[in-house]
């Protein structure tokens, strides 16, 4: 395990409201939020449904906006960052695993894992070269030309992943991504996970509400009422 010191991903004083159903007010999801996440270093998210998990992870990935706050990535302030260069940190600096996969349906799984690359202006040789090297890491081989409507829950589950790793991310924020899975695929993903921080020394932020898999974990957090303290 690497320095605690070695800080890839911080997020200070974060708050985050989205006007209530009823339009007469705010709803505050987060709270003066603060975070550290350090090389190498696996953390664990827990909270109950709605309490703010995926907008904090959102937040920390640069795709959605807190009203307070910021993100520093290696410490530059994320959200000073210009469209284009912010666009850029989402695209290569982090990678993203969702619970309900968000693969394209009209693309063949290699197609979905070269994406991030073609976006980047990779070229399609190496693109293509890297995707079948990653796909087949994660035993899908056989299955480079189906569409998502062709695999398998778990099979999904690994393309987005092998998606994820396609520009090299340092960080890998993870939205529940056995939530739908059988106990088997459970262990199957979670392994691959903590071999990735192995091989490639990532950093993982893991939201589940499955306490055995946080126990896993690092460092495990509780978000509760808008407020993340360490568990």
Known sequence: MNSPEEVVLRAEHIAKSF???AGDGQLEILKDVNLSVNLSEIIAIVGSSGCGKSTLLHIL???DRPNSGDVFWEEQS???LKPDKLASFRNAS????FQFHHLLPEFTAIENV???AFIRGTDKETSRKKATALLKRFDLDQRLNHRPSQLSGGEQQRVSMA???MNDPS????DEPTGNLDERNTELILSMLFELREDRNL???LITHEREIAQRCDNIYTLHNGVLSNS
Do not use: H, Q
């Open 114 to 116: 070269m994406m991030p």
């Open 94 to 97: 982090v990678g993203f695993v």
């Open 163 to 165: 998606r994820a790793l």
């Open 61 to 63: 990935g640069g795709i």
């Open 19 to 21: 006007d209530n159903e």
């Open 203 to 205: 950093s993982i932020v």
């Open 171 to 174: 960080v890998i924020l993870a």
């Open 78 to 80: 994320v959200y000073s």
